[in-house]
């Protein structure tokens, strides 16, 4: 879980991800569409991948990834994310990060 914590707060917009999740890769889009280079982790190249998804579980997300932090807390997955765009609140919250390289 630690691990998770550290990686999730090392940058402005963290995405967990696995290179095969066609999920993950429209949320990677969304951000870049929207201005932001959102640090990726690839969960399915890391040796401890079930420990992760475990632990993202832990933290309340609904599906092991893609898993999405803004600013170190828990936005959700997929579902989250669109919505919080389709309301018009994804880009406030992540403006901050805009300006450096997330």
Known sequence: MDKVVRMSSEKGVVIFSKSSCCMSYAVQVLFQDIGIHPTIHEIDKDPECR????????LGCSTPVPAIFVGGK???STKEVMSLHLSGSL?????????NLC
């Open 91 to 99: 880009v406030p919250m992540v403006k901050p990060f805009q300006a």
């Open 74 to 76: 828990l936005i959700g």
């Open 51 to 58: 420990e992760i998804e475990k632990a993202l579980m832990r």
